[in-house]
C-alpha cells in the first residue's frame, strides 16, 4: 500500500473553494488535465455512489465514484473503478480546512493505492505533482487574489 | 457547549515549528500572555500526564495536563485541571500539518468548554483571541528572534531600509595573478530578490581553490570580482518564496560560483543551510567545502565498505585528512600519500595507517606490497595528471579511480580500453553537482554535521586573518606555513 500526500493553502475562503471542489462531475473546470466528463446513469453528481466518467486530454479514460461527500467537513472520498494508471484499490481523499487567519484555506489532498513495486515511485510522483499539485496550482490561479 | 477553532500558516517547516510546541512548557518563551510556568513535580515537559503550572501576565493561574502527544500525527492535547478563569471541561488539542508546496505548516487548534450562563461569548473571544490568535503570533515573533545572533540582526536589519543595499566590503581578485592582485573594496549587498538572502558574514573559508581562481587557473570569475568558495554568517532578510529561512538563522554554504570574501552577501537561498546550535559559525566556515565534499565521495561516488582498500592522495591536506579520518570509521583500510615526514605523522595520527612519503608521485608498487598484490579498491586523487599511470597500477581489478582535483594539472584523455585493462571505474565528480538540489545538499550537509558531532570528522581551525589581509593568508597557504584551515574574519 503506497499513500501520496499533498497540502496546500489556497487565498480564498474555504466555502468559496468547496464550491467548485464538491461538484463530482466538476473537473474540467478546474483542473487542466480533464478534457470532458460525465456523471453515468443521470445521477445528480453529488449523490454518494454515483460514477463520474471522465477523459483525459492525453485521452486517458477513468471511472471513479463518489463514497463519501461531506458538507460539514469540506471533504469528498472516491475510488477509482478503471483507468489506464495500473493501480488497484486506490482510494482518495480531498480535505478542505479554513485557516482562520486570513480567511484562507488548507487544502489535502491524498491517496492509497496498490500497484506494481517497480511502479511505485514513478505513480507517486505523477498522482502527487502531475494530479494533485496541478489541481491546487490551478486552483490558486483560479482565486488569486 | 462552546467549541473554540482557530487555525493559520506558519512560515517554517513542520519540524521547527513542532520542535516548539511539543515541549509542553515552552510557552513562556513564545506565548505573549504567559508570565511564568514550570511542570510540577520536575517532570519532562513532554511526559503524557505532566503537568504545567502557569501564571498568565493579567494574574490568572491555570494547571494543565498533557492528555496526548503525538510525534507522528504532529498532535498535542491537554486540558485544564484548575484556572482562576471559569473555563469547565475544557479540552484542547492542537495540530500542525505540513504544506509539501512551500515548507510552510498549517496550524489547527481547537478546543471544547462550558462557561457560566451570560459569559460564553466572552470567554470564547479570551480563548480564540486572546490565547489561540495570540499565540499564532507569538510563535510568528518567536521562529524570528530564536536563533542565536537574532537580536543583533534585526538591529542592523533595521539600519537597512527594506529594499535598499547594505553597506558592505569584500575582497575582489582585480585581475590574474599573485596575492598582490587582492583588493579591499566596497561592496554593498542588496536587498534579496525572490528565493534569495542577505547573510551579514561572520567567517569566510580560504581555500586551494581559490588561489587557482585568484592565478586564473580555473577560470570560475572574471576579474575584478571577488574570491571565495565558502562562508557562515547570519541571515539579515529574505526574499519572496523563501520559505527554509529566516531572519536570524546561523548558516552556511559552500557552492560556486565565487564571491565569498565579503562582509555581506546576497545569494540563492537554495544553497544556504540553517546550521546546528552546536556548530559555530568559524568551524562551519572551515568545513562546509571539505567536509562536505569528504562525505559525498565517501558516500556518493564511491560507497566506501568495511574491509575495502582506499588510496588517499595528499593525505595529510583539508580534503585528505577527512577522507583518512572518516574511511578508517567505516572500516577501511587507508593508505595515504604525503610529501613529507611530518606530513606522515599527522596523516597517521587521522586514520591514515599506511602513508607513503615522496615527491615523486611513485606509489603504485608500494600500495600493490600493502595489499598481498591486490591493489586498491578505491583511489581518492585531488593529484591530477602526474599521477596517471601510477594510479592506474595501484588500483586493483574492479576498482574505482575518483578523480576530483587536479594539483598537478589536468588528466590526460584516457581511452575506454585503458580502464578495460583492468575493468576499472573512473568518476570525475564535482561538489556542486551533488549540492545542486536543496534536498540533496542538506542531506549531505546534516551528514557532514553528525560526522563533526560524533568526531568522526575533527575541525581546528588555527590560521585566522582578518578579512583585509586576504593577500596574506594566501602568501601562507602557497608558501605551505599553515597547517589545517584558515579562515577569515570580516
Keep these: 500500500m503506497i499513500k501520496v500526500y499533498v497540502s496546500s493553502v489556497i487565498d480564498a475562503p474555504a466555502d468559496a473553494v468547496w464550491a467548485q471542489i464538491r461538484d463530482f462531475n466538476g473537473l474540467p473546470k478546474w483542473t487542466p488535465f480533464v478534457a470532458d466528463s460525465r456523471i453515468e446513469g443521470g445521477m445528480a453528481p453529488d449523490t454518494v455512489g454515483c460514477v463520474r466518467n471522465f477523459r483525459l486530454k492525453d485521452g486517458g479514460v477513468i471511472r471513479e465514484q463518489l463514497l463519501t461527500l461531506s458538507d460539514y467537513d469540506f471533504q469528498c472520498t472516491y475510488s477509482i473503478l478503471e483507468s489506464p494508471m495500473g493501480v488497484d484499490n486506490y482510494v482518495a481523499t480531498l480535505k478542505l480546512t479554513p485557516v482562520t487567519d486570513g480567511g484562507r484555506t488548507f487544502a489535502e489532498w491524498w491517496a492509497e493505492f496498490d500497484c506494481a513495486p517497480e511502479r511505485e515511485g514513478e505513480l507517486a510522483q505523477s498522482i502527487g505533482q502531475s494530479v494533485f499539485q496541478t489541481g491546487f496550482d490551478s486552483l490558486k490561479t483560479m482565486f488569486r487574489r | ?490
Design chain 2, 1 to 490: 457547549m462552546i467549541r473554540v477553532t482557530r487555525s493559520a500558516v506558519i512560515d517554517a517547516p513542520i519540524e521547527r515549528v513542532w520542535a516548539v510546541l511539543r515541549d509542553f512548557n515552552s510557552h513562556t518563551a513564545w506565548h505573549p500572555v504567559v508570565a511564568e510556568s514550570e511542570i510540577e513535580g520536575g517532570e519532562p515537559s513532554d511526559q503524557v500526564g505532566c503537568v504545567r503550572r502557569f501564571t498568565l501576565r493579567d494574574g490568572n493561574r491555570i494547571r494543565e495536563q498533557l492528555l496526548a502527544l503525538s510525534d507522528r500525527d504532529h498532535i498535542s492535547t491537554y486540558c485544564i485541571l484548575d484556572a482562576s478563569v471559569p473555563l469547565r471541561r475544557y479540552v484542547a488539542t492542537l495540530q500542525l500539518k505540513r504544506v509539501t508546496d512551500g515548507e510552510r505548516t498549517f496550524w489547527h487548534w481547537q478546543s471544547t468548554f462550558d462557561a457560566p450562563p451570560g459569559r460564553e461569548r466572552e470567554l470564547a473571544d479570551m480563548v480564540g483571541t486572546g490565547v489561540y490568535e495570540g499565540g499564532f503570533e507569538g510563535l510568528r515573533a518567536y521562529l524570528r528572534r530564536s536563533r542565536p545572533g537574532a537580536v543583533g540582526v534585526a538591529a542592523r536589519a533595521r539600519a537597512v531600509a527594506a529594499g535598499e543595499a547594505m553597506p558592505a566590503h569584500g575582497v575582489v581578485a582585480t585581475a590574474f595573478g599573485g596575492p598582490e592582485v587582492l583588493r579591499l573594496q566596497p561592496l554593498p549587498a542588496r536587498p534579496p530578490g525572490p528565493g534569495e538572502v542577505r547573510i551579514r558574514q561572520t567567517a569566510v573559508g580560504v581555500n586551494y581553490i581559490d588561489v587557482y581562481v585568484r592565478a586564473g587557473l580555473y577560470r570560475m570569475i572574471e576579474p575584478p570580482a571577488p574570491l571565495g568558495m565558502e562562508a557562515a554568517g547570519v541571515i539579515v532578510d529574505v526574499g519572496d518564496a523563501v520559505a527554509h529561512l529566516l531572519p536570524g538563522d546561523r548558516v552556511a554554504y559552500a557552492c560556486a560560483p565565487p564571491g565569498a570574501y565579503v562582509s555581506a552577501r546576497t545569494m540563492p537561498a537554495d544553497q544556504v543551510v540553517v546550521l546546528p546550535d552546536d556548530v559555530d559559525e568559524e568551524t562551519a566556515a572551515a568545513l562546509m567545502l571539505k567536509g562536505m565534499t569528504a562525505a559525498y565521495l565517501l558516500h556518493r561516488t564511491h560507497r566506501v565498505r568495511a574491509g575495502e582498500t582506499v588510496l588517499v592522495h595528499a593525505a595529510a591536506g583539508g580534503v585528505g585528512l577527512f577522507l583518512c579520518q572518516w574511511a578508517k570509521t567505516l572500516g577501511a583500510k587507508v593508505i595515504g600519500t604525503v610529501s613529507s615526514d611530518d606530513k606522515a605523522r599527522l596523516a597517521r595520527a587521522n586514520g591514515c595507517e599506511l602513508p607513503l612519503v615522496g615527491r615523486d608521485y611513485r606509489f603504485a608498487a608500494a600500495v600493490k606490497g600493502a595489499t598481498n598484490g591486490r591493489g586498491a579498491d578505491v583511489i581518492y586523487d585531488g593529484l591530477g595528471r602526474a599521477a596517471v599511470e601510477e594510479n592506474l597500477e595501484a588500483l586493483a581489478l574492479c576498482g574505482h579511480w575518483v578523480s576530483y582535483g587536479q594539483t598537478s594539472g589536468p588528466l590526460t584523455p584516457i581511452g575506454p580500453e585503458t580502464l578495460a585493462a583492468k575493468s576499472v571505474t573512473l568518476s570525475r565528480p564535482v561538489l556542486f553537482h551533488y549540492t545542486a538540489e536543496r534536498a540533496a545538499l542538506n542531506e549531505i550537509a546534516q551528514q557532514t554535521f553528525e560526522a563533526l558531532r560524533s568526531q568522526v570528522i575533527r575541525v581546528d581551525v588555527r590560521h585566522r586573518y582578518p578579512l583585509t589581509a586576504a593577500a596574506e593568508a594566501h602568501r601562507d597557504l602557497e608558501a605551505r606555513r599553515t597547517t589545517g584551515p584558515l579562515v577569515l574574519l570580516p
